[in-house]
Structures are given as structure tokens and as C-alpha cells.
């Protein structure tokens, strides 16, 4: 062992304790000593001994009495204790036994047997410290994700919180891994505080980096799920309204919560989860049948992944459009690319039903491509500007934005009436990649639109860093401009922005007369939406 191994001697008779003492004198211990039970809880809780021995019959606390109130605690349940006594009645060990004593010397003690029972139970707490150390995180001293597993094996009824600090890593990138090291030990040290005022009696566990669980073994009364709920909200608020205090500084700290109380798979119940609510962007979610619910939804995304093979390999992939109506001339000129697949009844699905899908398999890509292929044949039937959408994930891909320089190579005509769409998206991880493209593609005479602008992430220096030529307005800011007085104010405010640096306006969703002509009197330059036309398979010349 790294330290001197403690032994704590637990006798009313202090000539009692000098003898053990002498008899061990050459084995270098260190000793403390008390008198009786309750003084040597104190000592047991201050100077965490390796080893205790312990006569059997005490005043104030005898023997029976320490051991038991001992074993209640955590760290100590693990403990080697070791009874010297003269009682040799079956009833008095069997006594000790189920208080939790390990094992027995009789008075008067035998010294060299003395000496071979300490070194083994020595050897004993060393294995018992290793685990403990196994058990606990080292830089919050917290039970960790084995501790919590162990302890689920003991529990009828669990009831686990499992919480995560959202944005951990993007936190340890910002502000560096040394000051969230500092802000999650100071954070773990106020949980329990933070805790609803009748469930202080939660054991607290770290069980990944910036993740904690809260568990309770609800013995009898199984808790409504309305209680559940209580418990996990105003934990989760407390959190809201808590800040970390570092080196002056005041921090934030805001959680994603699961709570399960599955009584055969609580982890795996809360685990699933948790991991739903952060892909979902939920702030706290109950966990149970969540496994279940996953599955169904794994198995709903396989027939639609089937859905999308079957309609690439039968070339129902295809492009209906929309047109763009110019408010100024009073014409349609240009017409959007939307993708459609036509599924095995011959019914039209819209991007809504397989895209998102779509982009956690290769098959993402293909529907780009059959895309392009469909705007640019279409493009060279007509003399009207197509526009193409292009996500973020287009642009990073190599040979997306390679089909796409060949196209527009071979095409040099009808490149000056292709327009981009590029997602305002909140994703875009790399402005320079974005710049790249843009400046390739305008060698070619191209148009580049920022699409759904103003949808919740807008950046106006960003539209200042990129050569673009027309700001697509979100239809979440049109659809009701005609009833939301704020709206109107903020579509204004981007029409002079536009203005203000040469930029060309859309409004989208435009559904009726009344926002029409409210889009007109604002100055938008093109209108798109129902109102002036649906998507169709072909152009209306």
C-alpha cells in the first residue's frame, strides 16, 4: 500500500489497547484509538481506518451497536472488522456475524495469531481500497457508472435521473478542459442542494464526462408519474437558475434530463433517453418504453431508406417546380427545383417524409445528384432561371460540388440561369468552404440565394461575408405577416439590409391576396407560394 495502513483499536479499557498495540509494534501500523462505539464512528468517518478491531462489549455504544451503524455507510461497508472478545457463546457470534463483523480472536489473544490475522485482512482492505478507487471518479470523488451499476443490483423499485451538461464538449473547446474541469467539480458539489426539499436521500453518481445520475430505491410506494415528473422539473429549474462561480467568474450551466423508473432496465431505459432528448433538442424526457419507442422508429427510417433505393433505382426520383413570381415586371421568371419521390402506389411524397433520412445514409447524395441532372436538363428546355438547393452537407462533398463544376462547364449558357439556394442552417461549421464554392461557381455567371433567412440563426456579418445576390425571407415570418405586426417589422427590416448592400428579395410562403400585396407594398422583389402557383412536374411557359 502506497500509505502506512491505519488500524482503529475500539476498546473501554485503555491497558487493553496498549497490549495490541505492543503486540504489533514491529508490523508498522498507524493506530488510533477510542473507547467505545460512538467515539469510534467519529474517528472511523475523520481518519478512514483499513482496519478495525473491536471488543465486543462497550459502554455509551458497544460492538454490535458501532458495527451496524457502521455498515450503513457507503465507504465503509467494505471495511475488515475484526472482534476481540471472550464471549464464545454460538449466539454472541452469531450476533456479531449479522451485525457485519468479519471475524474473531478470543481473549487472551494468541500474538503471533494476532499479527497473521492483520496482515491478511491488511492484504484484504488493500483489494477493498483498489475497488473503492475503482468505484469513485477521481476528480469529483463521486461514485462512478460501475458504483452505480453495483448499486441497481440491490434495488426493487430504482427511480434514476440521468442528466447531462448540454454542449459539454463545445464548453471544454471554449472555455478549455481545465476550467470545466473546475466548473463540474463545483457544480457536482451543489447537486444535493439543488435537489427538490424531500429527496435529499438521492445518491449521487458521475457517469461520463459533464453526465450525473440521481437514484433512489422507492421501496414501497411506487411514485406516480406525475411525481417523477415534479421531482425531474424542479431539479432540472433549480439547475436553470443555478450559476458556478470560478475564479470570480459566473457561469451558466443548463441540462439535458431522462428519468426512468423501469424497474428491470432503469440504465439502459434513462441511457436511451438521454440520448433521444439531446438529438431531439428536449429539455427532459421520461425514459420509460423510450427503448421501445426508438426501435420503431429505427424500423419506420428502414422502410423509408427502402422507399428511397427503390425509387433511385426506378427513376422516381424527380424534380417538380415552383415558380418565382418578379413583383416588379409583373412576369414568372424564375421557377424553383424541389425534389419529389413518386412511391410504388404512384403517390407523391414530398422532402418533409425522407430527407432528413435521407442524410444519415449515402443514399443522400444520389437524390442530390439525380436533382442536378433533373434542373439542369429542365434548364436547357427553357429560358427561365432554375434554382437548386444545396445544403452544407452538398457543399462539403467532393464530388457533389465536382458533378457540379461539370455541369456548369459544359453548360456555360445555361449556368448564367442557375441560381443556388444555399440552407441558412445553424450547421454550416465552415465558413471558408462556403466561400470556396461560392467563388467557383460565379466564374460561371451563377446566382447565389441564401435560403429560409431569418428562420431563428440568422447572421447578418455572415451575408456580409459571402458573395451572394438574393436573400430568400423564411415562410415562418410571411405565412402570417398579414396578422403579426412584428413580423412585418422584421421582413422590412431585412428588405432595407437587402437593399442597403444590393441584394434581391423573396418571399416565401405567400398563400393569399392579402399577404401578396402586403409583400408588394413592403418592396420584396419575387414572390413565391400557392398563391401565385403549386409545384408541378413540368413549367407553365
Same mark, same amino acid.
Given at each position: ?40 464512528? !467519529? ?11 473491536? $471488543? ?80 469513485? $471518479? ?80 422507492? !421501496?414501497? $410506494? ?133 430527407? $432528413? ?38 457543399? !462539403? ?145
Amino acid at each position: 500500500m502506497s500509505k502506512k495502513p491505519t488500524i482503529l483499536i475500539v476498546d473501554d479499557m485503555p491497558d487493553n489497547r496498549l497490549i495490541i498495540k505492543i503486540a504489533l509494534k514491529n508490523e508498522n501500523y498507524n493506530f488510533i484509538e477510542a473507547e467505545n462505539g460512538e467515539v469510534a464512528l !467519529q474517528k472511523a468517518k475523520e481518519c478512514n481506518p483499513d482496519v478495525i478491531l473491536l $471488543d465486543a462489549m462497550m459502554p455509551i455504544m458497544n460492538g454490535y451497536e458501532f458495527t451496524r451503524e457502521l455498515r450503513k455507510i457507503e465507504k465503509f461497508k467494505r471495511i475488515p472488522i475484526l472482534m476481540i472478545t471472550s464471549l464464545n457463546e454460538k449466539k454472541d457470534k452469531h450476533k456479531a456475524i449479522e451485525a457485519g463483523i468479519n471475524d474473531f480472536i478470543s481473549k487472551p489473544f494468541d500474538i503471533e495469531e494476532l499479527r497473521i490475522r492483520c496482515r491478511s485482512y491488511m492484504n484484504l482492505a488493500e483489494i477493498n481500497n483498489e475497488y473503492i478507487l475503482a468505484t469513485k $471518479d477521481k476528480e469529483t470523488n463521486l461514485p462512478n457508472k460501475l458504483a452505480l451499476t453495483k448499486d441497481l443490483k440491490k434495488y426493487k423499485n430504482p427511480f434514476l435521473i440521468l442528466f447531462k451538461i448540454k454542449d459539454y464538449e463545445m464548453l471544454q473547446e471554449f472555455y478549455g478542459e481545465d476550467i470545466v474541469s473546475k466548473m463540474t467539480i463545483e457544480f457536482s458539489k451543489n447537486i444535493h442542494n439543488l435537489l427538490p426539499s424531500n429527496c435529499k436521500d438521492f445518491t449521487l453518481y458521475i457517469t461520463n464526462d459533464g453526465e450525473f445520475a440521481l437514484l433512489k430505491d422507492i !421501496q414501497k $410506494d411506487k411514485y406516480s408519474y406525475e411525481k417523477l415528473l415534479n421531482i425531474s422539473t424542479e431539479l432540472y429549474n433549480n439547475i436553470e437558475e443555478y450559476n458556478v462561480f470560478i475564479d470570480e467568474f459566473e457561469y451558466n450551466l443548463y441540462i439535458t434530463l431522462s428519468f426512468s423508473d423501469d424497474s428491470k432496465k432503469v440504465f439502459k431505459q434513462a441511457r436511451a433517453g438521454l440520448n433521444y432528448a439531446i438529438k431531439n433538442k428536449k429539455n427532459i424526457i421520461y425514459a420509460n418504453n423510450i427503448v421501445k419507442k426508438i426501435r420503431k422508429e429505427v424500423e419506420q427510417n428502414t422502410k423509408i431508406i427502402h422507399l428511397i433505393k427503390t425509387a433511385l433505382d426506378n427513376y422516381k426520383v424527380v424534380s417538380y417546380f415552383q415558380p418565382l413570381y418578379n413583383n416588379k415586371i409583373k412576369t414568372i421568371e424564375k421557377y424553383e427545383s424541389l425534389v419529389r419521390i413518386i412511391d410504388e402506389k404512384g403517390k407523391i411524397l414530398s422532402p418533409f417524409f425522407f430527407l $432528413d433520412i435521407a442524410k444519415n445514409s449515402h443514399y443522400y447524395f444520389k437524390i442530390t445528384e439525380t436533382v442536378l441532372n433533373n434542373s439542369f436538363k429542365t434548364a436547357e428546355q427553357t429560358n427561365k432561371s432554375i434554382s437548386i438547393n444545396l445544403s452544407f452537407l452538398d457543399i !462539403q462533398n467532393k464530388s457533389i460540388t465536382n458533378k457540379i463544376i461539370e455541369y456548369l462547364s459544359k453548360n456555360q449558357a445555361v449556368a448564367k440561369r442557375i441560381v443556388f439556394e444555399i440552407l441558412e442552417d445553424e450547421s454550416i461549421e465552415n465558413l471558408e468552404t462556403i466561400k470556396e464554392f461560392i467563388k467557383k461557381v460565379k466564374t460561371y455567371g451563377v446566382q447565389i440565394a441564401i435560403d429560409d433567412f431569418g428562420s431563428g440563426y440568422s447572421n447578418f456579418e455572415r451575408i456580409l461575408e459571402l458573395e451572394i445576390d438574393i436573400l430568400k425571407i423564411d415562410g415562418s415570418l410571411i405565412k402570417n405577416i398579414d396578422t403579426n405586426e412584428l413580423n412585418k417589422k422584421i421582413v422590412k427590416t431585412i428588405k432595407t439590409f437587402a437593399d442597403s448592400i444590393g441584394l434581391k428579395t423573396v418571399a416565401e410562403f405567400v398563400s393569399n391576396e392579402k399577404i401578396f400585396n402586403i409583400v408588394n407594398e413592403i418592396g420584396i422583389d419575387y414572390t413565391q407560394g400557392y398563391f401565385i402557383d403549386e409545384p408541378k412536374a413540368e413549367l407553365k411557359e
